[in-house]
């Protein structure tokens, strides 16, 4: 089988290709598992670190047939992960309208036209909630006050409706806030929430823009790329309500409860400056801190138990376990 990642060397696409890599299988569309003969990474930049046994393939997935030529026939998974994030595509209009729907359509059309249905894995995002209410259940409805999060639920709509009218098989995955993130900050609204751990536990200076009574729905690199894999994997059949949208668990942290794990790992609490900014403050402050997801613990989706234990496996996963 032939797997496709639709921003495949961006930080998830990349440690999701390695994982796929080193499990070497995937379910394929009669519902058994195969092997994964060749793992497809599709993106606008380059790599900075590339992998080897991996097709790379470089452009603009907003070009009008970039799809056609991108992916063959026989191609039998896709994940999409490729998106412009949430600050960027409020400060753009059209460029997160360009790249968040129209290249997602272009992508499902696509799909549409392979001989046999592929899986695909969508991410969307807690953006889709706006003024959310203190505890999201799963049948809260989406509210989106953002253009990020609008363009994410209508990409849930539209894999929804392509899967039900059998053009692909599709799973939408409202991520939660991905902490820790490695490298450096980035244009999504949540990028703060990588930051004010990431940046002292390397001696370096962070920013905080928002007050540290936020409540923040939060899941590590690890959880989140064995809940990709886990819900292509799920059989179709798991699906069946006709909902091809699923809440993730995750963990609810307050900012100021980062800022006390970050701390008890030997942080220097003292490298975080306090600069309040009122829009991403706006943005980030109508996502949802807390979710009841007993749709996504039924299915098997996994959780991460403590902040501790996330601050813990980004030390010992990209700082080597220094201090």
């Given at each position: ?307 501790d234990a996330i601050v813990a496996a980004f030390r010992q996963e990209e700082l080597g376990g220094a201090r």
């Amino acid at each position: 089988m032939k797997v496709a990642i639709i921003g495949g060397h961006g930080f998830l696409g990349q440690r999701l290709a390695k994982r796929l890599l080193q499990k070497g299988e995937a379910v394929g569309p009669d519902g058994a598992l195969q092997p994964i003969d060749e793992l497809i990474l599709i993106d606008q930049v380059a790599p900075e670190a590339p992998l080897e046994g991996v097709t790379t393939i470089i452009g603009d997935v907003a070009e009008p047939g970039f799809f056609d030529r991108a992916l063959g026939d026989d191609v039998t998974s896709v994940f999409h992960l490729a998106a412009i994030v949430s600050s960027a595509a409020e400060a753009d209009f059209d460029l997160g309208m360009r790249v968040n729907l129209d290249a997602t359509r272009a992508l499902l059309e696509r799909c549409r036209a392979m001989p046999i249905a592929p899986r695909l894995v969508f991410t969307s995002s807690v953006a889709v909630f706006g003024n959310a209410p203190p505890m999201i259940e799963d049948d809260t409805p989406a509210l989106p006050l953002s253009s990020y999060g609008t363009q994410k639920v209508i990409g849930e709509y539209l894999v929804n409706d392509y899967s039900r009218k059998g053009y692909l098989d599709g799973r939408c995955l409202r991520l939660p806030t991905v902490v820790i993130r490695p490298g450096k900050p980035n244009r999504a609204a949540s990028s703060f929430a990588s930051s004010i751990l990431r940046e002292p536990l390397q001696g370096e200076m962070a920013i905080c823009p928002v007050d540290t009574g936020l409540s923040l729905w939060i899941q590590s690199p690890r959880v989140v790329v064995e809940n990709l894999i886990h819900a292509h994997d799920l059989a179709t059949d798991a699906w069946s309500d006709g909902a091809r949208i699923l809440n993730l668990p995750g963990l609810t942290v307050t900012v100021a409860e980062m800022i006390e794990a970050l701390a008890r790992a030997s942080g220097d609490t003292s490298l975080i400056r306090h600069e309040p900014d009122a829009e991403i403050a706006r943005i980030v402050g109508s996502w949802p801190g807390a979710m009841n997801t007993p749709r996504a613990t039924r299915l098997g989706f996994s959780k991460d138990e403590t902040i501790d234990a996330i601050v813990a496996a980004f030390r010992q996963e990209e700082l080597g376990g220094a201090r």
